[in-house]
């Protein structure tokens, strides 16, 4: 309560010394009564509310004596320790929660302390900087509260599937509930699915600047995180990105692709190539692009850089590539004085004409778009860049583009031009020539005569300023703004944008953190009734306040069984036969299986051909996953999960829980 009330206060207080924004001036009624304890064992009595010399003795005048020891020895898994996750544990070390002989405190987060997160990860002190988040908060709340000495676990591992060994069954089943303290959807998805597997309450809560939400998961009882998705963000059109850009973001933005394209996606799309034998089918099949992706990848393996000088000239080519010819050839299929079919100039409006940059190594956006992309290039094939101590020696450079043959621009007369958001892309319904597909597929090397070689695919990093991302995304960013006649942007607002930092604000995390830890007394007393719990929706910034019930989880029928379509499933234990489970199901839910899949592999379906039926029912499950999906099962996998399709005792298909298969120790 004093966390809600004191980041909300602050705000205002915020807005009273700024000048420019009216801080509220009215009564502000705010309780939640429904935090206090209902359950039996935990009745609330002048005896059981009494002091017993405690730092906890304010919250035991409240709850009372045995809530708190309940509170005491818990055990949680906070999932990352940032902004949230630092007011989590100031929260939790107040409260006492994990302090009790039986109590846990596990918190993991792989990421390092970095300058910027001090001002709000307050946790956190500059001699910190470069330590690991979660060790350095783990420490902070100990000093905080010595009850928590020892009692609080801190890891380094990234929770997902590649960590399953170590957050394995064992660690989610003893938990008692998870928060999480994230910054992106996918893992926040990961660990819900890992709740709703377990069954283990979830505390939800996010920021954005002065917004934020809080969503409490309970299980058999709430739709879990999953179950909604937001709106899909605004993007910018792609003719405005491709050849009309009218403002630094989409300049920005368009270098964003360019980097992603240039030194992820390509040399990702190698080293599938040479690991897949499948590879080039599968993107026949799959991808539209399939010219695009090949002769990028004809392109890194057949025109592979062996010195640094190499890279160099690679990035000069592709600076006369982007910014000169490119740009002529767009003036090209429409020139300065062209109109459109109703006579007004073209070129007008947020079209902007551009004009082709010629190369100036004094430049300076000119200049550290060949240093970011050779740099990037010879680390994407293990080549030896320039030094990160010391500064760039021009000269070398120099020397080595003065060698260097430009080749001369030719326009190309059937290239189009996508001109309006509304329009279809010209190239887009062009289906590829299969004489110029086949030739750029033989012209590959062989998988085989390049054994062992990979490529270093780059992970946009936006906080090290020695990688040279933000440099190169900057340089190119800046010079296609000089094509455009479009003011440049420095390092920090490109930065800002290509990062797409929000700031968070420590009155936000306070207030939302405070209205989670409201909602884990509801866990704690293990409430009923959903009436009883509270999503938040806050922006401080307006102020607004609202609260809203947590939806239902959806339920579902077949045979006149009612389950959760969330919650609930099929748990078997102990390995057994296809035909066994088949005649289990039919037994014992007068259900029959007409598929069953593990993952992407599809097991069993009724229309499989005589052979191999026989062939697979009288196998093991495990041996059935290993046979057709071609994985080994790993020694710390205790559970499997598969999909069915069943039809009901009318013969007509329902939908179902999954099967959870549980293997012996």
């Known amino acids: 309560m004093a966390a809600f009330y004191g980041g909300f206060i602050a705000q205002e207080a915020l807005k009273a010394c700024s000048g420019k924004f009216t801080p509220i001036k009215q ?25 017993i010399g405690s730092r906890y003795d304010n919250q035991i005048a409240v709850f009372g004596l045995k809530f708190q020891k309940t509170i005491a020895n818990l055990k949680v898994f906070l999932v990352g320790s940032g902004a949230i996750g630092c007011e989590m544990l100031k929260n939790w070390a107040m409260m006492g929660l994990g302090s009790g002989p039986e109590g846990k405190i596990y918190i993991t987060d792989n990421d390092s302390i970095e300058k910027s997160n001090l001002n709000r990860q307050f946790l956190f002190r500059s001699k910190d900087v470069g330590k690991n988040k979660s060790e350095v908060a783990a420490l902070a709340v100990s000093v905080m509260n010595p009850d928590l000495k020892d009692k609080i676990e801190a890891r380094i591992e990234k929770v997902g599937p590649e960590t399953e060994n170590i957050f394995d069954n064992s660690f989610w089943s003893n938990l008692d509930f998870v928060t999480n303290a994230l910054d992106n959807v996918d893992a926040r ?8 597997f377990f069954k283990k309450p979830l505390l939800e809560s996010g920021t954005l600047g002065t917004k934020g939400n809080t969503q ?51 040399p990702e799309n190698v080293n599938l190539y040479l690991t897949q034998s499948d590879f080039v089918e599968s993107i026949l099949k799959q991808s539209a692009d399939v010219k695009g992706i090949l002769e990028s990848i004809s392109d890194l393996l057949n025109n592979r850089p062996y010195t640094f000088e190499d890279c160099i000239k690679w990035a000069r080519l592709q600076f006369e590539e982007k910014f000169n010819h490119d740009i002529k050839q767009l003036l090209y299929n429409f020139p300065k004085d062209a109109v459109t079919s109703s006579g007004s100039p073209f070129w007008s409006g947020p079209k902007r004409a551009p004009d082709p940059l010629d190369f100036d190594i004094n430049n300076e956006d000119h200049f550290h778009f060949v240093v970011g992309g050779a740099n990037l290039l010879a680390y994407i094939y293990g080549l030896k860049g320039d030094s990160e101590t010391e500064p760039v020696d021009k000269s070398k450079y120099l020397q080595v583009l003065n060698k260097l043959e430009i080749p001369e ?20 319904s062009l289906t590829p020539d299969q004489d110029i597909i086949s030739k750029l597929a033989s012209s590959l090397p062989t998988p085989s005569s390049l054994a062992g070689y990979r490529l270093n695919p780059v992970e946009f990093e936006k906080d090290d300023d020695t990688n040279h ?21 420095d390092r920090s607002k490109t930065k800002f944008i290509a990062g797409r930092i929000i700031p968070a604000i420590a009155t936000t995390t306070a207030l939302v953190t405070g209205l989670i830890c409201l909602e884990l007394y509801k866990i704690v007393d293990d409430k009923k009734d959903i009436e009883k719990y509270k999503n938040g929706f806050v922006n401080l910034a307006l102020p607004f306040i609202g609260f809203s019930e947590p939806i239902a989880s959806p339920k579902g029928k077949y045979n006149d069984k009612e389950f959760d379509e ?99 120790e």
């Not at 998805?189 to 709703?196: A, E, K, N």
């Not at 991302?469 to 479009?486: D, G, K, P, Q, V």
């Not at 039926?613 to 499950?621: A, D, S, T």
């Open 27 to 51: 009564y502000l009624y705010f309780d939640s009564l429904e935090s206090l304890p209902e359950s039996e064992g935990y009745e609330r009595t002048e005896e059981t509310c009494q002091p």
């Open 189 to 196: 998805t990961y660990v819900d699915r890992r709740c709703v």
């Open 216 to 266: 409490v998961i309970v299980p058999n009882m709430t739709e879990s995180y999953s179950s909604s998705q937001d709106p899909p963000e605004k993007s910018i059109p792609l003719c405005t990105l491709r050849s009309f850009p009218n403002k630094i973001d989409h300049t920005i933005a368009w270098s964003k692709s360019l980097f992603q394209g240039y030194f992820a996606d390509a």
């Open 409 to 428: 621009f030719k326009p190309k007369s059937d290239l189009k031009i996508q001109v309006n958001d509304n329009d279809p892309d010209p190239n887009a």
């Open 469 to 489: 991302h933000i440099e190169f995304i900057t340089a190119a960013s800046n010079c296609r703004a000089l094509n455009y006649n479009i003011e440049p942007a």
């Open 566 to 664: 969330i919650w609930d499933r099929f748990d078997i234990y102990g390995d057994m036969t296809l035909q066994e489970l088949i005649d289990k199901f039919s037994k014992d839910e007068n259900l029959t299986i007409t598929m069953l899949s593990h993952g992407v592999s599809l097991l069993y379906a009724s229309f499989h051909p005589p052979k191999k039926l026989k062939e697979r029912l009288p196998l093991k499950l495990t041996d059935l996953i290993e046979t057709v999906s071609k994985r080994t099962i790993g020694s710390h996998e205790r559970t499997l999960i598969f999909e069915i399709c069943v039809e009901d005792k009318d013969e007509e298909d329902v939908d179902v829980p999954y099967i959870c298969l549980y293997l012996k």
